[in-house]
């Protein structure tokens, strides 16, 4: 599972001309489901993605939780990030097909509002049109294969 997490100002998913979730600060995730992934897995992400100190302190210094910084969490299905690129035209046979993507998906935001964050969502195989402003910016890559 990979998990590209943008710290934002603000965050929002529209679909077919019509604004459907909208976050102010907070995190923006881009989630992708390898074929290989488990619920096991998807809960070891939410964990590490609710836990992520990159809000400053007093001080300026990346050491605040999303909690402590009453972060609001936008969670996005994004299959492209198992692309293979190995030629010019991407193939995505890693990527999870959504029988076995959604259930994962659905874990990841059922945990992390489990943890008490605010959770919207991106709709799961929608063309949708993701905006974010920034913050910082501040951009990490979980990769669950990297432990």
Known sequence: MRAVVTRVLNASVEIEG???AEISKGFLVLLGIKTDDTA???????DRIAGLRVFSDEEGRMNVSPKDASA??????QFT???DVRSRRPGFTEAARPETAIPLYETVISEIKRRGFPVKTGVFGADMLVTSTNDGP???????ENR
């Open 18 to 20: 019509k604004k459907t």
């Open 40 to 46: 096991e897995i998807a809960v070891k992400m939410a």
């Open 72 to 77: 609001e969490i936008l969670i996005v299905s």
């Open 81 to 83: 990030l198992y692309a």
């Open 138 to 144: 501040v951009t990490i890559i979980i990769d669950s």
